[in-house]
Nanobody
Framework: QVQLVESGGGLVQPGGSLRLSCAAP????????MGWYRQAPGKQRESVAT???????NYADSVKGRFTISRDNAKNMVYLQMDSLKPEDTAVYYC?????????WGQGTQVTVFA
């Protein structure tokens, strides 16, 4: 079983920022696309952002211009910088390893944006 360890969630007011981090095993991290998914209460999980092993990124329309995904290949880490947060960003955020589709999931970290 691949272990993905997320950190950085929390409570923040609208307009605030948070940075999520995810540590992945080296043999997995170097070869695969990494990403962040989220699941809000009563909703299905959705893709937020992905980054390939070569550094190409893709974002959900709802977060474009506000969120930035990045990876540090030397540290086997992937990050999600979230700025200008909105209440609708409230969700559990999951770090994922993607091979065509998400194949490994972290346990999730809660992000709550409250007024």
């Amino acid at each position: 079983q691949v272990q993905l360890v997320e950190s950085g969630g929390g409570l923040v007011q609208p307009g605030g920022s948070l940075r999520l981090s995810c540590a992945a095993p080296k043999n997995i991290f170097s070869a695969y696309t990494m990403g962040w998914y989220r699941q809000a209460p009563g909703k299905q999980r959705e893709s937020v952002a992905t980054v390939t092993s070569g550094g190409s990124t893709n974002y959900a329309d709802s977060v474009k211009g506000r969120f930035t995904i990045s990876r540090d290949n030397a540290k086997n880490m992937v990050y999600l910088q979230m700025d200008s947060l909105k209440p609708e960003d409230t969700a559990v955020y999951y770090c994922v390893v993607i091979f065509g589709r998400p194949v490994y999931w972290g346990q999730g970290t809660q992000v709550t944006v409250f007024a």
